[in-house]
């Protein structure tokens, strides 16, 4: 381990009393200028193999020094917590053992910038630290951002041992400086189930890269799903029969243990929990397989002891297939698009250009918006079961799980929110809508969570949770919750994948594309950060689909973004209209 460049560190702390120059270089060695996490700062979401979970800079703490003063102690216990590979061994030897017995780091991590110190007291045999912070982010056990940035100030009791002074009531969990957490943590995914069982919804939670990912992962997994207003379950047992470790062989396999509990499951409900370790355990590269044991006995729900990484994918949320568009050129004409090509329609879908103003195609069913923009016609794709449904300023027709357009208009100006099922059309309540300027509109791919932009001077992102009844129908649409990101007009939303957004914004070279996780943080894109700039031409409609994008111009021209490119304008002009595949 080196010991020279330490990660992470906090600078510039201000030390309210007199101190002698030794306690100054101490805390200046815990605190380090850095810059901001998107609620705080930059952090961005891990994706598959690249190898996030490696790194070289590593840092092992100094243990406490002899005659260290308490202002000391508490510097070199802020700076012991910075350890990487994680470790907490350094930091439980600034406390008393008793408070080493009853600290739990794993309660929860703190992500601090600006630290103060002040000596409140200092007595012969006990002395107390008021350590005050600006707090960036606060996250749970599980690794979820919860509530809680702000100001916040600790005092920590010390007592003299042997006679020297450690730790006797540290703050709770874990904490970081905001550098740290910049350079070492990563957004990753954990998987749960919907409330029926039958597909993987995505959680977005924060922890160290590193060797011990997979065991992090697991982890959180069995803590289980705590997503606020989110309807999960989970089928592993839980945190109790864990074993503590989970290791990676030479061959790739990840060796998970759950305990013996878990051979008392289903056949089916040993599936499903091997569906959420396979499809967590898919973002550490070194992964090849998982071997899933029950006390002496190992799981096979594929048939065999070690289950691929591809294996589970009935469970995984609804691919997007291709964006449709319709095009107003010398001949009006409604296709697919197949990347940069337009793609001619089935014909068994009877879809009659010249009365189509917009296309929005699900796996099984098509709605054509007619060209007065006041009627979705919605029917089988073989052109059978025709549904009309009138609509006024229409937002958003969306489909979503089970076969149902989600149709979001504003006759009046104000939301209204309609389901369009096979067997009836209904009204939903409005739900984290009411009240809201709504501009654009978004279901998840599995169905979990809404996103909406809203209009005016302060105009947001907004996300909620998709309310869905025992049997899965969808009966409503949760208390939405504003993102804290301050983009100017944010417009036509859209999920990456089930963590991850996608929208329109303001920068200074005209309006460009953001990506940010759900939970408000990660935020990227705009004109910062490296991302592929769009030229400065108004784009008005915005369409994801795994790492390609595609955007529509003030002029009706078509834009598109493929992985690792630039923007490019297509030969394809007169563009009236711009959807989602379902």
């Given at each position: 381990?080196?010991?020279?460049?330490?990660?992470?560190?906090?600078?510039?702390?201000?030390?309210?009393?007199?101190?002698?120059?030794?306690?100054?270089?101490?805390?200046?060695?815990?605190?380090?200028?850095?810059?901001?996490?998107?609620?705080?700062?930059?952090?961005?979401?891990?994706?598959?193999?690249?190898?996030?979970?490696?790194?070289?800079?590593?840092?092992?703490?100094?243990?406490?020094?002899?005659?260290?003063?308490?202002?000391?102690?508490?510097?070199?216990?802020?700076?012991?917590?910075?350890?990487?590979?994680?470790?907490t061994g350094v930091a439980e030897r600034y406390l008393t053992e008793d408070a080493a017995r009853r600290w739990n780091p794993a309660a929860g991590t703190q992500v601090y910038r600006d630290p103060s110190v002040a000596?409140?007291?200092?007595?012969?045999?006990?002395?107390?630290?008021?350590?005050?912070?600006?707090?960036?982010?606060?996250?749970?056990?599980?690794?979820?951002?919860?509530?809680?940035?702000?100001?916040?100030?600790?005092?920590?009791?010390?007592?003299?041992?042997?006679?020297?002074?450690?730790?006797?009531?540290?703050?709770?969990?874990?904490?970081?400086?905001?550098?740290?957490?910049?350079?070492?943590?990563?957004?990753?995914?954990?998987?749960?189930?919907?409330?029926?069982?039958?597909?993987?919804?995505?959680?977005?939670?924060?922890?160290?890269?590193?060797?011990?990912?997979?065991?992090?992962?697991?982890?959180?997994?069995?803590?289980?799903?705590?997503?606020?207003?989110?309807?999960?379950?989970?089928?592993?047992?839980?945190?109790?029969?864990?074993?503590?470790?989970?290791?990676?062989?030479?061959?790739?396999?990840?060796?998970?243990?759950?305990?013996?509990?878990?051979?008392?499951?289903?056949?089916?409900?040993?599936?499903?929990?091997?569906?959420?370790?396979?499809?967590?355990?898919?973002?550490?590269?070194?992964?090849?397989?998982?071997?899933?044991?029950?006390?002496?006995?190992?799981?096979?729900?594929?048939?065999?002891?070690?289950?691929?990484?591809?294996?589970?994918?009935?469970?995984?949320?609804?691919?997007?297939?291709?964006?449709?568009?319709?095009?107003?050129?010398?001949?009006?004409?409604?296709?697919?698009?197949?990347?940069?090509?337009?793609?001619?329609?089935?014909?068994?879908?009877?879809?009659?250009?010249?009365?189509?103003?917009?296309?929005?195609?699900?796996?099984?069913?098509?709605?054509?918006?007619?060209?007065?923009?006041?009627?979705?016609?919605?029917?089988?794709?073989?052109?059978?079961?025709?549904?009309?449904?009138?609509?006024?300023?229409?937002?958003?027709?969306?489909?979503?799980?089970?076969?149902?357009?989600?149709?979001?208009?504003?006759?009046?100006?104000?939301?209204?929110?309609?389901?369009?099922?096979?067997?009836?059309?209904?009204?939903?309540?409005?739900?984290?809508?009411?009240?809201?300027?709504?501009?654009?509109?978004?279901?998840?791919?599995?169905?979990?969570?809404?996103?909406?932009?809203?209009?005016?001077?302060?105009?947001?992102?907004?996300?909620?949770?998709?309310?869905?009844?025992?049997?899965?129908?969808?009966?409503?649409?949760?208390?939405?919750?504003?993102?804290?990101?301050?983009?100017?007009?944010?417009?036509?939303?859209?999920?990456?994948?089930?963590?991850?957004?996608?929208?329109?914004?303001?920068?200074?070279?005209?309006?460009?594309?953001?990506?940010?996780?759900?939970?408000?943080?990660?935020?990227?894109?705009?004109?910062?950060?490296?991302?592929?700039?769009?030229?400065?031409?108004?784009?008005?409609?915005?369409?994801?689909?795994?790492?390609?994008?595609?955007?529509?111009?003030?002029?009706?021209?078509?834009?598109?973004?493929?992985?690792?490119?630039?923007?490019?304008?297509?030969?394809?002009?007169?563009?009236?209209?711009?959807?989602?595949?379902?």
């Open positions: 381990p080196q010991h020279g460049a330490r990660p992470g560190r906090p600078a510039g702390v201000r030390v309210t009393r007199a101190v002698r120059t030794t306690v100054v270089v101490a805390l200046l060695a815990v605190v380090s200028a850095c810059s901001a996490i998107p609620t705080g700062g930059p952090v961005r979401q891990v994706r598959e193999n690249e190898g996030f979970e490696q790194s070289t800079a590593l840092y092992a703490p100094a243990p406490p020094s002899p005659g260290a003063t308490p202002q000391q102690v508490v510097a070199g216990y802020l700076d012991a917590m910075l350890a990487f590979p994680p470790s000596e409140l007291r200092t007595g012969s045999t006990s002395a107390r630290v008021r350590l005050t912070t600006q707090r960036e982010l606060r996250l749970n056990p599980s690794g979820r951002v919860a509530d809680g940035a702000g100001p916040a100030s600790w005092d920590l009791a010390l007592q003299r041992v042997d006679g020297e002074w450690r730790i006797s009531e540290p703050p709770p969990g874990l904490l970081v400086t905001e550098k740290f957490y910049t350079d070492y943590y990563r957004a990753f995914q954990v998987y749960f189930f919907d409330p029926t069982g039958s597909r993987l919804v995505a959680s977005a939670v924060h922890l160290p890269a590193g060797e011990q990912l997979a065991t992090a992962l697991v982890a959180s997994l069995a803590r289980g799903p705590s997503d606020p207003g989110a309807q999960q379950r989970t089928y592993l047992p839980g945190l109790g029969d864990l074993r503590p470790a989970v290791p990676v062989d030479r061959d790739g396999v990840a060796e998970v243990d759950l305990g013996a509990s878990a051979a008392d499951l289903s056949p089916l409900d040993q599936g499903r929990l091997s569906a959420q370790l396979v499809w967590t355990l898919r973002q550490v590269s070194d992964v090849k397989g998982v071997r899933v044991g029950a006390g002496t006995t190992t799981l096979t729900p594929t048939g065999g002891a070690v289950q691929s990484m591809g294996s589970w994918s009935r469970y995984g949320p609804r691919e997007q297939g291709e964006p449709y568009v319709v095009v107003d050129g010398r001949r009006r004409e409604a296709a697919e698009l197949d990347g940069r090509r337009l793609r001619d329609l089935p014909a068994v879908w009877d879809v009659d250009p010249d009365e189509t103003a917009e296309l929005v195609v699900g796996p099984q069913r098509l709605a054509t918006l007619s060209r007065d923009r006041e009627r979705l016609l919605v029917r089988r794709t073989t052109g059978t079961d025709r549904v009309e449904v009138a609509v006024d300023r229409l937002v958003s027709a969306w489909w979503t799980t089970g076969d149902t357009l989600v149709v979001v208009d504003r006759p009046g100006g104000g939301p209204r929110v309609r389901v369009v099922e096979p067997q009836a059309t209904r009204m939903l309540p409005l739900g984290g809508l009411a009240g809201l300027d709504v501009t654009s509109f978004a279901i998840s791919p599995d169905g979990a969570r809404y996103a909406v932009t809203t209009g005016g001077v302060d105009g947001r992102v907004r996300v909620g949770a998709v309310q869905r009844s025992g049997d899965d129908a969808l009966v409503g649409l949760g208390p939405s919750r504003a993102l804290p990101w301050q983009v100017g007009r944010p417009s036509s939303v859209g999920f990456v994948d089930g963590v991850r957004l996608a929208f329109f914004g303001d920068t200074e070279l005209g309006r460009q594309v953001f990506e940010g996780l759900v939970d408000g943080t990660s935020l990227e894109g705009g004109a910062a950060g490296g991302a592929p700039i769009l030229p400065d031409v108004a784009p008005r409609t915005l369409v994801v689909q795994g790492e390609r994008r595609w955007a529509v111009d003030r002029r009706d021209r078509l834009w598109y973004l493929g992985p690792d490119s630039t923007w490019t304008r297509l030969g394809i002009t007169r563009v009236a209209s711009l959807s989602p595949g379902g």
